[in-house]
């Protein structure tokens, strides 16, 4: 059993920040990439910010230069530090890793998700 639980979000002013975090457990084999998605209302999910295991991270150019995604890898845990907040990121953030569980099997898990509310 593997889970992804986020924390994080809330209600923050524009030009705020905010730093989300996604910590995985269970049983985890290694952990090929660690990515942030979200969905405003109305909208389909987008990628946001992906890390892959070695690689490089990568941004949506609509975040790019506000957002840094991170990871500790010790503590299996993605980091996404949201700064110069605009009332257009506005949306539930969730996590997604794509892992090799236990019984060598590579799959993709999504977190619960976390509301993240721009606005004065």
């Known amino acids: 059993q593997v889970q992804l639980v986020e924390s994080g979000g809330g209600l923050v002013q524009p030009g705020g920040s905010l730093r989300l975090s996604c910590a995985a457990s269970?049983?985890?084999?290694?952990?090929?990439?660690m990515d942030w998605y979200r969905q405003a209302p109305g909208k389909q999910r987008e990628l946001v910010a992906s890390?892959?295991?070695?690689?490089?991270?990568d941004y949506a150019e609509s975040v790019k230069g506000r957002f840094t995604i991170s990871r500790d890898n010790a503590k299996r845990t993605v980091f996404l530090q949201m700064n110069s907040l605009k009332p257009e990121d506005t949306a539930v953030y969730y996590c997604?890793?794509?892992?090799?569980?236990?019984?060598?099997?590579?799959?993709?898990?999504w977190g619960q998700g976390t509301q993240v509310t721009i606005s004065s």
């Open positions: 997604k890793a794509v892992l090799l569980d236990s019984r060598g099997q590579m799959r993709v898990y």
């Open positions: 269970g049983s985890i084999s290694s952990i090929n990439r």
């Open positions: 890390a892959p295991s070695g690689g490089t991270t």
